[in-house]
């Protein structure tokens, strides 16, 4: 399998817990991003990486989240201190800087549930 | 304002008939891209369909096609003959700025889409 993966696919956390979820892109692509998505919504942009450079980080992630890409291939997400409003859905996504419009193909997504 | 607007939270299609899937979108750069992704209740979003503000014909996928209208910033999805398997949310996506450079982007709250028997 070629494509996006994600691990762990979900994740029962009790509440003040860290996590960590990693991600492994598409082999040649040298973006990657990171994506939270709740219930009934569309997913919500946390940051991307150029390689190995963290380019953008949304307002969204906050001093408790954290997502390094050390060697500009797979990339890791923590989030510490977890609270129950961090439940969601963590979507990676990987893309080819200019081929195709830049599409992006994501992960299945790593589900969190903070208990 | 919503960079991405889907006005239909949720849809019915009978089977084999086709149905189409509202997206406006606000930006004022000229170089854009919109795309289309389905998401079943698994949780994978999967790739459709892309337009690219410039392309001048509209994007077509096998059942998918895309009715881009720049004028009245409009990228509807058209999917032709439904299948069960169609059942699913859909989210249409802007990114804005041109494919090389600055990459951001934006989804709709999606439509879920129930194809009937």
């Known amino acids: 399998d070629t494509g996006v993966s994600q691990d762990p696919r979900h994740k029962i956390t009790k509440r003040g817990q860290n996590v960590t979820f990693r991600c492994d892109p598409i082999s040649e692509h040298n973006r990657l991003y990171w994506y939270r998505q709740t219930l009934g919504q569309g997913p919500e942009f946390l940051t991307y990486?150029?390689?190995?450079?963290?380019?953008?980080k949304s307002r969204l992630l906050s001093d408790r989240f954290s997502a390094e890409r050390p060697k500009g291939s797979f990339s890791t997400l923590e989030i510490q201190r977890t609270e129950q409003g961090d439940s969601a859905m963590y979507l990676c996504?990987?893309?080819?800087?200019?081929?195709?419009?830049?599409?992006?193909?994501f992960g299945e997504g790593s589900w969190l549930t903070v208990v | 304002a919503q960079k991405i607007t889907q006005t239909q939270p949720g849809m019915f299609v009978q089977e084999k008939e086709a149905v189409t899937l509202d997206c406006t979108y606000d930006t004022s750069d000229q170089s854009y891209g919109l795309f289309w992704y389905k998401q079943p209740s698994s949780g994978e979003m999967i790739f459709l369909i892309y337009?690219?503000?410039?392309?001048?014909q509209n994007a077509t996928e096998g059942r998918y096609s895309l009715n881009f209208q720049k004028a009245r910033k409009s990228a509807n999805l058209v999917i032709s003959a439904s299948q069960l398997g169609d059942s699913a949310m859909y989210f249409c996506?802007?990114?804005?700025?041109?494919?090389?450079?600055?990459?951001?982007?934006?989804f709709g709250t999606g439509t879920k889409l129930q194809v009937i028997p």
């Open positions: 996504a990987s893309s080819l800087a200019g081929a195709s419009g830049n599409t992006i193909y």
């Open positions: 337009q690219g503000s410039y392309d001048e």
């Open positions: 996506a802007m990114r804005e700025g041109d494919s090389g450079g600055y990459q951001k982007v934006t």
């Open positions: 990486f150029q390689n190995e450079a963290q380019l953008e």
